[in-house]
Nanobody, 124 residues
Framework: QVQLVESGGGLVQAGGSLRLSCAAS????????MGWFRQAPGKEREFAAA????????VYADSLKGRFTISRDNAKNTVYLQMNSLKPEDTAVYYC?????????????????WGQGTQVTVSS
């Protein structure tokens, strides 16, 4: 069992930055691939980024490449999402997820555990 708690969301102006954190419980964090998803108002939840259990492989949604960076610290049981050059269309609830199988899963059904989400609002 893995419990995930996101933090770091908030209100930021367009062009600004935020770093989201996701703290995981349990001793097996380092064996899970981790992902970030987001859900904008009125839209379905979508993939943002994923990182392999070792941190050696990362993948991103095409629209986020170059602006978002996913990383992890297995000693702290934490995964991060650094978000730069934020745009109003990045406004969403951001969720982290842990996947037991796969290297860098992109699909929601590949993840076993989910956090409650953290709100990110980007003002224009």
């Amino acid at each position: 069992q893995v419990q995930l708690v996101e933090s770091g969301g908030g209100l930021v102006q367009a062009g600004g930055s935020l770093r989201l954190s996701c703290a995981a419980s349990g001793r097996t964090f380092s064996t899970y691939a981790m992902g970030w998803f987001r859900q904008a108002p009125g839209k379905e939840r979508e993939f943002a980024a994923a990182i392999s259990w070792s941190g050696g492989v990362t993948v991103y949604a095409d629209s986020l490449k170059g602006r978002f960076t996913i990383s992890r610290d297995n000693a702290k049981n934490t995964v991060y999402l650094q978000m730069n050059s934020l745009k109003p269309e990045d406004t969403a609830v951001y969720y982290c997820a842990a996947g037991r199988f796969g290297i860098t899963p992109r699909h929601q059904n590949e993840y076993n555990y989910w956090g409650q989400g953290t709100q990110v609002t980007v003002s224009s």
